[in-house]
Each structure stands twice: as structure tokens, then as C-alpha cells.
């Protein structure tokens, strides 16, 4: 006859069965504590864009009260007064290009919203999280990136989304996209004192691009190698698959005599102060 009697041990096939059940909710319980977009962010109050596009002039605020002369971020005073910051994440939360595609006509004008929403979006992740000393350990696996959620037009994205979907095929037209996307990290340039808007954003990139080809911690020569940040091999097809010959394309007196590349390492630690 089947079955256990009193003073007999579950059949193997019962132990199999609660075992497997467990396994399934540990299992459970980590997925969904590891979920993209898990971990809210800040939500502050919608703030209505109003007049014609979308005024990023409260980020150029926000800018000028976070960066110091250095390039370092002062994380300790967006803590002190997040005020500023909460305003315009309130209207990033308010107005996006899909849910207002009306306020942004141009591609630089959706371009702008996501550098500075991304931007945005990082300083409040950080100020958040402080004391930070590197943002790739507040959570497993770069979790700040991908776990952390924000609200674009009330649309739930994370830093990760945003750059791979929005910004990525943007980034295309124009590189330098990515070192206007500053990662919190000392291996980006430093964040500008203003807003990218969209009338101006081409000049803006232009002149970043310049600043990273003549900044020997993005470009350097050794020899006839040319040392240059890793970012450039993170995006390498957005360089056009050459790092050499974009980089001339920019400042050939920076590359001349130079036959090789070498990538270097990006320095990850927090760029600014908590």
C-alpha cells in the first residue's frame, strides 16, 4: 500500500516537492527584488510646463547651485536644499516628448530633454544615496542604473532605459552624446554649468567633443599610440567603429603621427562630494 503511516518518514517524491517549492519562492522573492525600475526614486509633485516647448531653464539652476568652478558636484548641498532639484524633476515627471510630442519639434529638442533628464535623474540618484563613493556599488551589479526608477511624462523609466532606447538612437547623429551623459563618476567630464537646449545643442556637443579630443584624461599620446578613454570603446560603432579617425576628424593635430589606439580605463570613483 502507498502512503506514510504514523512514525514513517514523507515519501522522497513529498520532499521533492516541498524542496522545489521553496526553491520557487526564494527564486520569487529575488526576481522581484531585483526587478528593473524596482527601487522608486524621488517623486515630486508634477510641475505643467507652460508657454511654447519645454523651458529648461530650472536644470541651468540646478547646475549652477550643484557644480563648483573644480567640475566637482557638491551632493552635500543638493541634500541641504533639494528644492531646486525636486522642481525640475517635477517637470520632467509633468512633460516629455511622448507625452507632449508637440513641445519638442526637433530631434535636437527630444535630444536636449533626455540629456538633461538623464543628467537630472543621476544627481538625484546620488544625492539620494549619500554617503557614495562609487556608483557602481550601491547596488549589485551597477544596480543605480537600472534599478532606480524615475518619471518622464509620468511614464516609470531608469537611467539604463533611457539612455539605451531614447537617447542610443539619437546618439547616432552626434557622439559626443556620450560624455554629455555623466555618470557620477570622475572618468566623464565635468557636468556643464547649463542646460542643454535644443536650439544651441549641436554647438554644445561640438564643443564638447572638442574639450574631451584636448583633455588628456579622455586623449593622450604615447608614442605614436593614442591612449584614450574606454567609453570610446563602450560606443565604438557610434564612433564609427574607429576611434582614431573620429578623434581626427575633430582635432587632427591631436592624432597626427598616431597609427594605434590603447583604451583606458575609466575612473569610477564619485565625481564630487557627499
Partial sequence: MGGGGPGRPPPVRTLRSYALVILATVFAVIFFW??????????PAPVAATGVGFDHGAF?????QAVGP???VDYAALRADPARLDDYLGRLRATSPVSAPHRFKSDDDRLAYYLNAYNAMMLAAVRDHCPVEDVQTVYVAGGL????????????????????????????QHPAVHFALVKGARGYPALPRAAY??????AQLDALARQVVHDPAFVRRAGDTLQVSMIFQWYLAHFGGDALKWIQSIAPEVAEGATTVEFIPVDGALNGRC
Fill in 145 to 172: 542604473f537600472w534599478r532606480v526608477s524615475f518619471l518622464l511624462g509620468e511614464v516609470k523609466t531608469t537611467l539604463s532605459d533611457l539612455e539605451s532606447h531614447q537617447i542610443s538612437e539619437l546618439a547616432r
Fill in 60 to 64: 541651468t539652476v540646478v547646475l549652477q
Fill in 197 to 202: 537646449e535644443g536650439p544651441t545643442l549641436r
Fill in 70 to 72: 573644480d567640475g566637482q
Fill in 34 to 43: 531585483f526587478r528593473p525600475g524596482g527601487v522608486d526614486g524621488p517623486r
